[in-house]
């Protein structure tokens, strides 16, 4: 009896890994660019006491984030409307660039004004970089190697989340608060060094725009214009409505009201309708944003006025979250499963988390119960979110995955600026002594339990 060998084609397959020869430079470009973004994200609020005191502005904290926030909103659709009809390579270049001058702007600011504006080119610079980020990955990566370039992505904030608010607070006190953004400019360098050769990787399909309406430049541009106007004006309306009630409540309607319209035409066809497939699947990321950081914006304030914790203890609960976030990412990338399970598991850890983290202002109850039931919460968004990401890009046509991928970080912006702005109002109108403040975060937590307990209900519409 002959025996024969094996045919190579009788091995199994074993799909690259992201640090392979094929994808090294790419990952290791992205990873940089994603963690100078992290660690900026991680760092600026803990020098933004500082700010104000030196610049004048006791309101330049909720601003700056608002600033941010609606300018990364607006150019996550520009972003993607270019990387669907010219490639992701401008944008990702263009986005680094203009990071990097934002950073600059804000450590050379002498004025309030001259700060907001060095954060809004901080935004439009990171929102154009993380949309390009998404299309980069689903046009460079094969299929079965997406879902570990997301995890490494998200695990890149890991790092910038554990040591960025202790360094910035170091540079803080011995330099001065300008050395934090003036410190993370030279290191946009090599980021870029190692994304030049990374960038002429590609598919033909970037020469085959998507002709749906949402691959319409000027149509798109106004939607992403009305969007980041509708926003900015309903959160500054919701803010004053305990203040002057009739102005707040006409600048709350047409803030919505443009909100509305330019989501319709941003969203795939049916999302505001939750119809099944890549509709609620981009859905979905927005209620995991809002839920989650909606109460993570507010924990430290929670345990240092209602518990007394000094600064750094308050802080640990959110560091520590940042742990689970990235398990939850790597166990996704390393598992298989339906995407609306593991959806709905990640929506239902981060349910949980929230009702258990709700406890830590409760008298009698140690505040440090935060600390594990964020854990689960960061688990819970690493492992959902992920799988998010994964799904939305799979269920995209090649022509569509930048107009996608700008969807999903409008949802996800847009989610988490509403949450947190709707906290700060919710703060205002109940009180700032340590009682009311205890009602205030009971009240932020029930609400965002809400919302990520309807992403768990949903979930099964992704499918």
Not at 155 to 175: D, H, I, K, L, R
Not at 213 to 220: F, G, Y
Not at 241 to 249: D, F, P, R
Not at 260 to 279: K, T
């Amino acid at each position: 009896m002959q025996v024969t060998a094996p045919k190579a084609l009788d091995a199994p397959h074993k799909p690259p890994g992201i640090l392979g020869p094929e994808y090294r430079t790419a990952t290791l470009g992205i990873l940089l660019v994603v963690t100078l973004i992290a660690f900026e994200g991680m760092s600026v609020g803990v020098v933004m006491p500082a700010i104000a005191e030196e610049l004048d502005a006791l309101d330049l904290y909720g601003l700056s984030f608002s600033a941010f926030l609606i300018a990364s909103l607006f150019m996550n659709v520009v972003a993607g409307l270019w990387s669907d009809r010219r490639g992701y390579r401008v944008p990702f270049l263009a986005g680094v660039v203009l990071f990097a001058i934002g950073m600059a702007l804000a450590g050379a600011a002498g004025s309030a004004e001259l700060f907001l504006l060095a954060r809004a080119v901080q935004g439009l610079g990171g929102g154009a970089s993380i949309v390009a980020l998404y299309v980069m990955i689903a046009r460079v990566y094969a299929m079965e190697v997406r879902p570990k370039a997301f995890a490494a992505v998200s695990a890149a904030w890991v790092v910038p989340a554990m040591v960025g608010p202790s360094v910035a607070g170091f540079v803080g006190e011995q330099w001065g608060w300008r050395y934090v953004f003036y410190g993370i400019v030279p290191l946009v360098v090599p980021a870029l060094v190692m994304l030049v050769p990374a960038l002429r990787m590609g598919s033909a399909a970037e020469a085959q725009p998507g002709s749906g309406p949402r691959s319409r430049p000027v149509e798109m541009t106004l939607a992403a214009t009305a969007t980041a106007g509708g926003a900015g004006l309903l959160l500054h309306g919701v803010d004053r409505l305990h203040v002057k009630a009739g102005e707040a409540g006409v600048e709350t309607v047409v803030g919505l009201a443009l909100l509305v319209y330019g989501l319709y035409r941003l969203l795939p066809p049916g999302a505001l309708r939750f119809r099944r497939g890549l509709a609620t699947t981009v859905l979905m990321r927005g209620f995991f944003s809002a839920a989650f950081f909606g109460v993570n914006a507010y924990i430290p304030l929670a345990l240092q006025h209602v518990k007394s914790f000094d600064t750094t203890s308050a802080g640990i609960a959110l560091t520590t979250g940042a742990l689970g976030w990235s398990a939850g990412s790597f166990l996704q990338s390393r598992r298989a499963g339906e995407a609306h399970t593991r959806i709905r598991l990640g929506a239902g850890c981060v349910t949980a988390a929230i009702l258990v983290c709700l406890l830590s202002v409760v008298p009698g109850v140690t505040g440090w119960i935060s600390v594990p039931a964020w854990i689960v919460a960061g688990f819970g968004m690493g492992f959902g979110l992920t799988t998010i990401s994964v799904t939305a890009m799979r269920q995209s046509p090649v022509n569509e995955q930048g107009a996608n991928s700008a969807a999903l970080s409008v949802t996800d912006q847009l989610g988490s600026a509403l949450s947190i702005g709707i906290g700060g109002a919710l703060v205002n109108v109940i009180g700032h002594s340590s009682s009311q403040i205890a009602t205030g975060f009971l009240v932020i937590c029930g609400l965002m339990a809400v919302i990520s307990l309807s992403a768990t209900l949903l979930a099964g519409r992704v499918r």
